[in-house]
């Protein structure tokens, strides 16, 4: 088996389950069994010391299907992209909103995360996130796991403006804005789900067992379990 610097290799750890990273070199101790340092992929900040028989060789790209996988995105749209009545301060600015469900997805796409930016508030965007992503780091097998939502946010906005694209751009034609390159905000802005992200965002969570209730796949699993 080749286990040249830089291939990318399944980990198969006896300990801490499957992952996946890319070899940095091979540990130089006669004393020890065969093994290679592994960069692992996922916020780990050290390279792992892994024995070569935990190591497969696997093309550039490549994962375990995971239950992102299963989720079909109309689906998701169908139960997600609801009109509601939202107001962010007083009932005069009030009006009906409609959230977006992006098509971006993150590791296995297990953790649907809610974006609102300050100035699109309440209404929000739905990107379907790691589940491994947590709110603050920890200490976990002697390395730094710095896999944090807050870590991710700004690659999750430029998701969503890749694909939504953004409300206010420079717009050169635009009389009435000074030139130097800045946004034109004479008017509305392109209409949602683009989007606004130059103030700030918040995030939130859905709950399965809420989606589940709005699939309509909670009684089936109750009728099975029964």
Same mark, same amino acid.
């Given at each position: 088996?080749s286990?040249t ?10 300990r ?16 020890q069994?065969p ?26 790209g ?24 939202? #107001?962010?301060?007083?009932e005069?600015?009030?009006?009906m909103?409609?959230?977006?469900v992006?098509e971006?997805s ?16 309440p209404n929000?965007?739905?990107v379907?996130?790691?589940? #491994?992503?947590?709110? #603050? ?17 700004d ?9 939504c ?6 717009d050169?034609?635009c ?13 509305d ?6 989007i606004?992200?130059?103030g ?9 067992d809420?989606?589940m209730?709005?699939l ?11």
């Amino acid at each position: 088996m080749s286990l040249t610097p830089g291939i990318r290799v399944r980990v198969q750890h006896p300990r801490y389950g499957r992952h996946y990273g890319a070899v940095v070199e091979r540990v130089a101790d006669p004393l020890q069994p065969p093994a290679h340092r592994v960069m692992i992929e996922g916020g780990f900040i050290n390279a792992w010391n892994c024995l070569d028989e935990w190591l497969t060789p696997v093309p550039p790209g490549f994962r375990d299907m995971v239950i992102g996988d299963l989720l079909n995105l109309d689906m998701l749209k169908a139960a997600i992209e609801v009109e509601f009545l939202g #107001s962010l301060w007083t009932e005069g600015d009030c009006g009906m909103l409609t959230p977006y469900v992006c098509e971006a997805s993150f590791g296995d796409g297990f953790h649907l995360l809610t974006i609102s930016t300050i100035n699109q508030r309440p209404n929000y965007h739905v990107v379907r996130a790691c589940s #491994s992503w947590r709110e #603050s780091g920890k200490r976990w097998y002697h390395t730094y796991r710095d896999d944090t939502i807050g870590e991710h946010i700004d690659d999750v906005l430029t998701a969503i403006e890749e694909e939504c694209g953004p409300r206010y751009f420079i717009d050169e034609d635009c009389d009435t804005c000074e030139p130097g390159g800045y946004e034109c905000r004479c008017g509305d802005g392109q209409p949602w789900p683009a989007i606004e992200a130059d103030g700030g965002c918040s995030w939130g969570h859905i709950r399965w067992d809420w989606l589940m209730k709005q699939l309509g796949i909670a009684e089936q699993l109750d009728r099975i379990a029964a």
